[in-house]
């Protein structure tokens, strides 16, 4: 099993970044496919970014590509979401999430571990 915690979340105004960092239990986080997604009020959870085990590949939603990096330490248990230019619509929870299948998995279906989000909030 995967424990996730997300932390560095916060309210921003346009324009702005922030690094979003998702800490794993376990001594095995380096065999799973992460992945960040999010959920604003009233729409469904949807995804943002996945980054495969071995670090060298991802993919983005179209939205927040250019704009959204993700990466992995697998040394240190952790996965990160370097938000830049923020916009009033990247407002939700953001959720990290761990898959045990190997690849680019973008549906949240596919994703046995889940964190407990963190808010963001860009204000305009």
């Known amino acids: 099993q995967v424990q996730l915690v997300e932390s560095g979340g916060g309210l921003v105004q346009a324009g702005a970044s922030l690094r979003l960092s998702c800490a794993a239990s376990g001594r095995t986080f380096s065999r799973y496919t992460m992945g960040w997604f999010r959920q604003a009020p009233g729409k469904e959870r949807e995804f943002v970014a996945v980054?495969?085990?071995?670090?060298?590949?991802?993919d983005y939603t179209n939205s927040v590509k250019g704009r959204f990096t993700i990466s992995r330490d697998n040394a240190k248990n952790g996965v990160y979401l370097q938000m830049n230019n923020l916009k009033p619509e990247d407002t939700a929870v953001y959720y990290c999430?761990?898959?045990?299948?190997?690849?680019?998995?973008?549906?949240?279906?596919?994703?046995?571990?889940w964190g407990q989000g963190t808010q963001v909030t860009v204000s305009s």
């Open positions: 999430a761990a898959s045990p299948i190997v690849g680019i998995i973008t549906t949240l279906r596919e994703y046995a571990y």
């Open positions: 980054i495969n085990r071995s670090d060298d590949r991802s």
